[in-house]
């Protein structure tokens, strides 16, 4: 792969940086402010005035690979773009980059109806109404999606939804209009992967109730408006179904794919933000007579936090690499360690950065309590470390059961009890001459 970057995607960067200096950084203080004084069932003002000067600058939908909806960029392309727009909460969705909006849109693009693109993409491209995508459930392990209980039964030219949803990103947004919702539409089916379906739910549907919004670690919308809601007899035509009936699954493995790597990808713009407010905030202080910059525990912790960022960079653009030249299905070992890789390093940044800040880090007023909660939250989002891990061992063990071990040397890895005996025993190697 080739590491550098086109021409087009480095006048994006610019203007993309040029940008944020001058309209997101100088608005982050107000974009807290009102997030915490408004709450999740109302807009933040300064978003909605941001997002035409975006647009008007040529900043917007860059997501989409597709040049009929979006910037038709690549992912390779959208990666470091991405991570610029994840340096700050504020910024995704003044740029209409942010979930679950891009998930949803994807999913409009790949799988959905003329109709259906005509109705709710649309708007949803031009940054008019926002979405939200129900599939998480209270009563089970959502992280096997398989287990979800909600039921989507024919009655006629409609279908009956019933079920109750948490962790719905975005429906306590007023200008939430549309959600995707993900049910049982045939329990009894033997093939598990098909007893799922997508449908389309407009949110002013009789029988869709927004319960409660759901703080993550005490933020309500930043990052996400997630919150609990009830389907109780809700009744949409059956032109709302998306793909067909038993096409869930499948959907989901389609939205999932591309949204891990944007998560990813934000991620290491959150730490990398976060490591520069580190390094300069250790140069700032004193302590015992010299910066704080100058210990060694700080250096170590910069040291790696280095490491670590770059080490999660190559393996997002590896992977970006990959989807765009073999496909999400080819790559989905590398998705699968680039979603477990970048939150943990996200994680261990801001960590190292609120010990840094001392109890001020502890506060927001420094960004790292939130920067915090984000990559916290993505250890468990479009699902937890312990599913994909298992994939990753899963597809390393694939591998091997697949070469004959007499050609690639694999039975000489292979000890013998006796050999085993032996290294205990200490008796299997000569000691060292010297």
């Known amino acids: 792969m080739e590491f550098d970057y086109s021409p087009k995607v480095k006048e994006l960067q610019q203007r993309l940086e040029t940008f944020m200096a001058e309209y997101i950084y100088p608005n982050e ?27 008007s600058k040529g900043l917007w939908n860059l997501f989409l690979p597709d040049d009929e909806y979006g910037a038709g ?136 109730r927004v319960v409660r919004s759901l703080p993550v670690f005490g933020f309500y919308g930043v990052p996400d408006r997630a919150a609990e809601v009830v389907f109780d007899n809700v009744r949409v035509p059956a032109s709302s179904m998306i793909l067909g009936e038993g096409r869930g699954f499948e959907i989901a493995q389609g939205r999932l794919g591309p949204g891990r790597i944007h998560h990813c990808m934000r991620l290491i ?67 699968a360690m680039i979603k477990v890789s970048a939150p943990i390093m996200a994680c261990q940044v801001i960590d190292w950065a609120i010990q840094a800040f001392g109890g001020g880090g502890t506060s927001n007023d420094h960004y790292l309590t939130s920067a915090y909660s984000t990559a916290r939250l993505l250890r468990l989002a479009d699902g937890p470390d312990e599913v994909h891990r298992n994939q990753i061992a899963r597809l390393e063990m694939k591998r091997y059961e697949m070469l004959n071990p007499d050609v690639t040397g694999g039975t000489a890895d292979v000890l013998s009890l006796d050999e085993v005996n032996s290294i205990a025993a200490g008796s299997l190697f000569p000691p060292d001459d010297d």
């Not at 909460?89 to 003329?114: Q, R, W």
């Not at 010299?290 to 590896?318: D, G, V």
């Open 29 to 55: 203080k107000r974009f807290y402010q009102e997030s915490e004084k408004l709450g999740p069932w109302k807009v933040q003002p300064i978003v909605e005035e941001l997002k035409p000067i975006a647009k």
């Open 73 to 208: 960029l690549t992912n390779l392309e959208y990666a470091p773009l991405c991570e610029i727009t994840g340096r700050s909460h504020l910024a995704p969705e003044v740029f209409n980059c942010s979930a679950p909006d891009t998930g949803n849109m994807e999913v409009l693009v790949k799988y959905g109806t003329p109709e259906q693109k005509e109705q709710w993409l649309k708007p949803l491209l031009d940054g008019e109404i926002r979405s939200s995508f129900a599939m998480t459930e209270p009563e089970v392990a959502s992280s096997d999606a398989t287990n979800v209980t909600s039921s989507i039964k024919r009655e006629g030219d409609d279908y009956i939804i019933n079920g109750r949803k948490w962790y719905t990103t975005g429906a306590t947004d007023p200008r939430c209009k549309i959600i995707i919702f993900m049910g049982k539409n045939d329990p009894d089916n033997p093939n598990r992967h098909q007893q799922q379906s997508m449908i389309l739910v407009p949110k002013d549907t009789p029988g869709v």
């Open 269 to 335: 713009g959150l730490a990398e933000r976060v490591l520069e407010r580190m390094c300069r905030r250790l140069q700032m202080r004193t302590t015992f007579g010299q910066p704080i910059s100058k210990q060694t525990t700080s250096l170590e912790r910069i040291a790696e936090a280095r490491i670590m960022i770059e080490q999660c960079r190559l393996l997002t653009l590896k992977t970006a690499w990959l989807m765009d030249t073999v496909g999400n299905k080819a790559a989905k070992s590398e998705i």
